[in-house]
């Protein structure tokens, strides 16, 4: 469903921009950047314009426009997520209009933008592709408009009693262009707002961690530990929670054997769980997948025995999921 929003908000984008389009309005709205030779550079932004060796883009908040170079060994890839996962190699010829990118490059004595690497998003890529594929058609039906339309209006100024006639329809096309660029403007910002929620899915923001400590050998909670979780319980309540996600950890000391420890870890950890659910009333569909880390992370060293206790603990790490808070 979000994909499917997604094209019909970048279809919006392609109508208005085409309505807008003569006028020039898009581009007119940044100021051109030069940059200095040498200078390294990373810019997010959208292709206006394209030529063979080099093209044109904005930044996502329409503020300022780059000229940027291509060359034989600038590296056009994908930009997939993932340890194990690898961007996808393209041609230049794949770098369209309406294509959202990411540059690093260097300036050179003109000014420009020497891309070393040009990254962008797969589903971006579909979405200019098929933007392009609108707006060629649409500008050459548009050009011979404009054409005849020349011609008409040498043939209106022949005629005197056209002249109010012509000055009324410049005006009525002049309102109609302030209002597509209007309309431009809010699809653009509607789109950028769905691409951050999609990107945001895998996404989170630290909130806050509680800790809630453990006796030796023990996985039942404390009256201590129970009175910290109930503390952040009353205090979570009074937050805006929309987006929030709970990780439960679990740790032990160094104490007995490695194996033991990490079971320990985990009893200890669904204890916490089964009592966020059980007193509190927490949505398991907010719980991020458990984990008992044994020995691992220690906070404190082992060697004493003040270490050792804040080891044995179960860390409640609270989180934002930036997708769903749509930030």
Known sequence: ?????????WAVISVALLAAAGGGRVLAQATVRQVANGQELK????????SEDAFTMTTL?????????????????????????????YEVSYLLRGLRIEVEGRGNDAGSLVADSVRFNEVDLRTAQSLESRIDPVEQQAN?????????????????????ENTALANK?????????????????EAERANTRINGLDEYDP???????????????????????DEAA????????????????????STGKTAANKTLSERRA??????????????LTRLVQPFGAGVDDPVASNATAAGRAENRRVEIRLMKNRGIAGQ
């Open 207 to 229: 909130i806050k961690t509680i800790v809630v400590p453990f006796a030796t050998g023990s996985s039942t909670i404390g009256p201590k530990g129970r009175g910290i979780i």
């Open 234 to 253: 009353a205090w979570a309540k009074t937050q805006d929670r929309k987006g929030w996600m709970v990780a439960v950890v679990g740790f032990a000391d």
């Open 61 to 89: 908040n329409g503020s300022d426009r780059y000229v940027v170079e291509i060359t034989p060994s600038t590296s056009v890839k994908s930009n997939t997520k993932g340890i194990f996962r690898g961007g996808k190699h």
């Open 144 to 164: 011979s408009n404009t054409g005849r339309l020349t011609a008409a209006e040498e043939n209106a100024k022949r005629m005197s009693g056209q002249i109010d």
């Open 43 to 50: 810019v997010l932004g959208i292709i206006n314009t394209r």
């Open 1 to 9: 469903m979000r994909k499917d929003k997604l094209i019909i908000v």
């Open 270 to 283: 669904n204890a916490v769980i089964g009592y966020l659910v059980s007193k509190h009333n927490m949505s």
């Open 173 to 189: 096309a002049q309102a109609s262009a302030d209002k597509a660029q209007s309309t431009a403007d809010t699809a653009v910002t």
